[in-house]
């Protein structure tokens, strides 16, 4: 019975995902919660999502347990990705003072912790414990005229206590509070059948589903996976509300999206398994459709890059990805993308952010002082380049690598 549920939820072959996809949506902003389950290969559930949640004008999260960084970082890595957060946040408080943001702005700069303490209390506006300190935590930003990044992620996860996604649902709640909902990003997270089971995601993505309807959140899982878990999982609200989500993405094709010569011959040389091939043309795809934001690619470039010097002979277990060095930069343990721990060089992927405002080019440039102080020879690579200039990046990790171990 399962089983016979589980092939029959998309009926008509002919309607297109995305076309589920609105249908869910429309749903969502009647207040109906779902959570909407992609099956097909992960790469085309990732371009049949990306590519929808753009046309909807809104930002989505791709996101998997194999990640380095949590879920909860990873979704107010993007939120703070914005480039009109700061001002979206001054319009919620200028609509509450009766005022204009720009005098709201001129009210908070350079103002004393205390003197923002006295600014947040005097606000006609009940704010739960959470609100409080997310709101507590922006007007510290804008007082010290700091630009919202997604450096400052992990910060201000801290300061909202959600470093490891428990209370996710509840710290996106807040969000909503100081923001309008359209500006908070969506969510797609990649799933095992053992995760569906028994990881805390599924339940965590079911209360947000649930309390913030009008955020789209996705599981994406092949379809093997899926039937099991339909099959061996209990009876239980959250196991209905997947099995009325379920969506089978049909596989993405464009033949604009072909990768360069000299990638493919990369591949080539060094006997890239299929999957390899897989995450360049997806790799390709988001990069070309999100030109004004690749942010999302710039995780995916990362794990491409790794897994392409994990292949390759001359770079085969040289570099580790994410990884945390042994001193701080500002006030938490610097992470370096790429880092081989045996020649000290750092491999680093920039995304647009990084180029969005002064403070990022400033960052950038004291994060690469403290590493040359650490002697660490530091790379640093567009997140576009990796899948369009290849070549020149392998050659430049070559040649770093010769010039670190003829020094030695």
Known sequence: ???????????????????????????????????????????????????????????????????????????????????????QLLLYLAQANQCTAEEILLTLRSKSSYELEIFQRQLPIQLSTQESLLLSWFLTQIALSRELTPDLASNLAQAMKLEDGENLAQGITAFTKLLPVVVLPGLLVE??????????????????????????????????????????????????????????????????????????????????????????????????????????????????????????????????????????FGNRLMEIDLFSTADRIALEIDGYYHFQGPESWRRDRRKDLALQMQDVLILRFLAEDVISRLDEILDSVYQALQHRRNKN
């Open 1 to 87: 019975m399962t089983k016979r549920t589980f092939q029959s939820t998309q009926t008509d072959s002919r309607i297109s995902p995305q076309t589920y996809l609105t249908i869910h949506s429309e749903r969502r902003n009647q207040g109906i919660p779902v959570l909407t389950v992609l099956t097909g290969t992960l790469n085309d559930i990732q371009r049949i999502w990306c590519h929808w949640i753009q046309q909807e004008s809104r930002d989505t999260v791709v996101w998997s347990s194999g990640m380095a960084k949590s879920l909860s970082i990873s979704w107010i890595e993007k939120l703070l990705a914005r480039a009109d957060l700061q001002h």
């Open 191 to 328: 799933m095992t059948d053992d995760e569906l089971l028994r990881s805390p995601f599924t339940r965590i993505l079911a209360q947000i589903a649930e309390c913030l309807p009008k955020i789209p959140v996705a599981l994406s899982i092949v379809p093997a996976h899926f039937e099991n878990y339909c099959t061996k999982a209990p009876e239980s609200r959250i196991k209905a509300m997947l099995r009325l989500g379920i969506i089978k993405a049909q596989p993405y094709s464009n033949s604009h999206y072909i990768l360069s010569d000299k990638t493919n011959q990369i591949l080539r040389q060094c006997n890239a398994p299929t999957q390899l091939y897989e995450e360049a043309q997806s790799l390709f795809w988001l990069i070309a459709e999100k030109k004004d934001d690749p942010s999302i690619a710039r995780s995916q470039a990362e794990q491409f890059l790794f897994h392409i010097l994990e292949w390759v002979p001359e770079t085969r277990g040289v570099f580790k990805l994410n990884v945390k060095m042994s001193f701080k």
